[in-house]
T-cell receptor, first 114, second 113 residues
Framework: EAGVAQSPRYKIIEKRQSVAFWCNPI?????LYWYQQILGQGPKLLIQ????????DSQLPKDRFSAERLKGVDSTLKIQPAKLEDSAVYLC????????????FGSGTQLSVL | QKEVEQNSGPLSVPEGAIASLNCTYS??????FFWYRQYSGKSPELIMS????GDKEDGRFTAQLNKASQYVSLLIRDSQPSDSATYLC?????????????FGPGTSLSVIP
């Protein structure tokens, strides 16, 4: 079974530039999550999709962050413009629709904003 | 009060000892609890889930849940250097109609050979 695919693995940009991350969840997983993990902290949920609908984006900085999940499969997360404090690892995870299902994480994208 | 709290550590234990990791959560009616392990530079991976009060054992790992005290712990018996990692406690709060997983800040564990 293929895991959660994410790209790119690393990204270095300057502040005020834009960046996009891509995620392809495990086949058949309806729920897709984007987490932000700052060094030394636990993952913080940015946005959660159920199929192609957003069920939680309460902690997404909507003035600069956007995300979409077209056709209920893969997803992109965009930051525009980036700030220094956006430097973090962006983790994509997926789970099936069953309650209490575990999350499967991708390898993450490490973003450095200079 | 943060939703999920953990001692940040680092926690150091000698090889072969028992490592005890603790977690408290704020929402009294939370129902699902998870422990994830995260090696440095890697993504989290689930090692234990627990839903009912009491103990749940899986190999060298035991999860303990006390909903009245809003407390969940993870015991690692016969600790090995390969257990050195950050352990993330995660909770699925019941307020929402969908499954939402909230992570704690993690506890760094170092097993000394």
């Amino acid at each position: 079974e293929a895991g959660v695919a994410q790209s790119p693995r690393y990204k270095i940009i300057e502040k005020r530039q834009s960046v996009a991350f891509w995620c392809n969840p495990i086949s058949g997983h309806a729920t897709l999550y984007w987490y932000q993990q700052i060094l030394g902290q636990g993952p913080k949920l940015l946005i959660q999709f159920q199929n192609n609908g957003v069920v939680d984006d309460s902690q997404l900085p909507k003035d600069r962050f956007s995300a979409e999940r077209l056709k209920g499969v893969d997803s992109t997360l965009k930051i525009q413009p980036a700030k220094l404090e956006d430097s973090a690892v962006y983790l994509c995870a997926s789970s099936s629709t069953a309650a209490n299902e575990k999350l499967f994480f991708g390898s993450g994208t490490q973003l450095s904003v200079l | 009060q943060k939703e999920v709290e953990q001692n940040s550590g680092p926690l150091s234990v000698p090889e072969g000892a028992i490592a005890s990791l603790n977690c408290t959560y704020s929402d009294r009616v939370s129902q699902s609890f998870f422990w994830y392990r995260q090696y440095s530079g890697k993504s989290p991976e689930l090692i234990m889930s627990i839903y009912s009060n009491g103990d749940k054992e899986d190999g060298r790992f035991t999860a303990q849940l006390n909903k009245a005290s809003q407390y969940v712990s993870l015991l690692i018996r016969d600790s090995q250097p390969s257990d050195s990692a950050t352990y993330l406690c995660a909770v699925n709060p019941p307020k929402t109609s969908y499954d939402k997983v909230i992570f704690g800040p993690g506890t760094s564990l170092s097993v000394i050979p």
